[in-house]
């Protein structure tokens, strides 16, 4: 079996997001992550990056694997005892995800190297265990404008949350960095870690796991980044808290840009929110001047087509549209023809819950809606009239 087929057949499940789909799978492919840690929270960052189809992964750590490691450290084994971290780090993504290139920096980072060794990342993933190295993470990223997922453990206790110094100014981000939580002092540098103060290795599996789905929604921009924000984990508790570390901000699910697209492109995603917002619409109750619009993925429309004159937007696709029908289409968008002819869109889907949050994304927008379809795509399929202009069903090749 072929790589692009086993990349495509391990991602199924996560492609099936409305806020992934292909398009999104493509963002994550092109991503490159810079990982500082081979250890702990480096375990479970680097696998779940892998296996979710992160491209590149620079991974920087010089130590090597020690028994009392393993309580935590799942990447490595008693098999690789006084191997350097760095190699299991390339050999547990080799595992997950052929395709995934790990770049293994076998050296200590500082002031020195850190520019050199961040600067190709779209996300800088903090998985050090002392301040020493968070300070110098946090100075090359600040330099570089690059967001830093971070994470820290103390016995059954975490902290996660995202610093950026620079967060695009259409995000409605609050820019907020490490000085800004922890004072460069003599003081912050003595905290001890988890050698002094013992940590449960389940607490570091979650904490990192967080870290890994920070830096997914950073790639994507979708949901809300946890910049400006730190969770709080208590492990011994079982609960979480969230402490604000900046004043509130116009941020919203969706809100961040992607990483690693131009820069004018951002993403929309957003959950449904309950109430209000465009109707559902029985078959029966369709009206013949809507245009149907198919938010399926493209195996499902091929396998059971829509109606004739149907136009295709996957819901992926759709939820990173951000104009309304005032902003030129490019021709060959599903919606162009829409714009210029004024027709009301009813979105379907298998069910219904992809047709009701592209039907309240579109109606956000400005785009005229007539609801969604209810229920899903009915099995006896009316005639309705295309919008003057419509590509033919299966014309859109995104």
């Known amino acids: 079996m072929s790589t692009p087929r086993l990349a495509a057949d391990r991602t199924v499940r996560q492609r099936t997001l409305p806020q992934i789909g292909d398009s999104g799978q493509e963002l994550l492919a092109r991503a490159t992550v810079a990982v500082v840690g081979a250890g702990g929270l480096g375990s479970p960052v680097i696998q779940y990056l892998a296996a979710a189809g992160i491209g590149t992964v620079h991974v920087i750590d010089d130590d090597t694997v020690e028994l009392s490691n393993l309580n935590r450290q799942t990447l490595h084994g008693v098999d690789t005892l006084g191997r350097l971290k760095t190699d299991g780090a390339v050999a547990a993504a080799q595992r997950l995800s052929p395709e995934t290139t790990v770049v293994p920096h076998p050296v200590r980072l500082g002031d020195a190297n850190a520019h050199e060794l961040l600067a190709g990342a779209d996300v800088i993933l903090d998985g050090s265990d002392s301040f020493t190295t968070r300070f110098i993470v946090h100075r090359a990223a600040t330099a570089l404008g690059l967001p830093v997922v971070y994470g820290a453990l103390m016995q059954w206790n975490a902290q996660v949350t995202v610093f950026w110094s620079a967060p695009p100014e259409t995000s409605g981000l609050p820019a907020t960095v490490l000085t800004d939580l922890f004072e460069d002092s003599a003081t912050t540098h003595a905290a001890p870690g988890c050698a002094e103060a013992g940590v449960l290795g389940a607490v570091v599996g979650i904490t990192g796991s967080f870290m890994a789905l920070e830096a997914v929604k950073l790639i994507l921009g979708t949901g809300t980044p946890l910049l400006g924000r730190l969770l709080l984990i208590d492990g011994l508790a079982g609960t979480t808290t969230e402490i604000p570390l900046a004043a509130p901000s116009a941020v919203t699910a969706g809100s961040a840009?992607?990483?690693?697209?131009?820069?004018?492109?951002?993403?929309?995603?957003?959950?449904?929110?309950?109430?209000?917002?465009?109707?559902?619409?029985?078959?029966?109750?369709?009206?013949?001047?809507?245009?149907?619009?198919?938010?399926?993925?493209?195996?499902?429309?091929?396998?059971?087509?829509?109606?004739?004159?149907?136009?295709?937007?996957?819901?992926?696709?759709?939820?990173?549209?951000?104009?309304?029908?005032?902003?030129?289409?490019?021709?060959?968008?599903?919606?162009?023809?829409?714009?210029?002819?004024?027709?009301?869109?009813?979105?379907?889907?298998?069910?219904?819950?992809?047709?009701?949050?592209?039907?309240?994304?579109?109606?956000?927008?400005?785009?005229?809606?007539?609801?969604?379809?209810?229920?899903?795509?009915?099995?006896?399929l009316p005639t309705p009239r295309a919008a003057p202009g419509a590509p033919a069903a299966g014309a859109h090749r995104g």
Do not use: K
């Open 257 to 380: 840009r992607p990483l690693g697209t131009d820069q004018g492109t951002t993403s929309a995603a957003r959950l449904p929110r309950p109430g209000g917002g465009p109707a559902p619409i029985g078959p029966g109750q369709v009206d013949p001047q809507a245009a149907w619009l198919d938010v399926r993925r493209p195996e499902e429309s091929r396998e059971r087509p829509g109606p004739a004159g149907t136009l295709r937007l996957p819901l992926d696709q759709l939820l990173r549209l951000r104009t309304g029908p005032s902003v030129p289409l490019p021709a060959d968008h599903p919606l162009a023809a829409v714009r210029s002819s004024g027709a009301r869109l009813l979105p379907f889907c298998a069910s219904g819950p992809r047709s009701l949050t592209a039907a309240r994304h579109l109606a956000e927008l400005g785009w005229p809606v007539a609801g969604y379809l209810d229920g899903g795509l009915p099995t006896t």
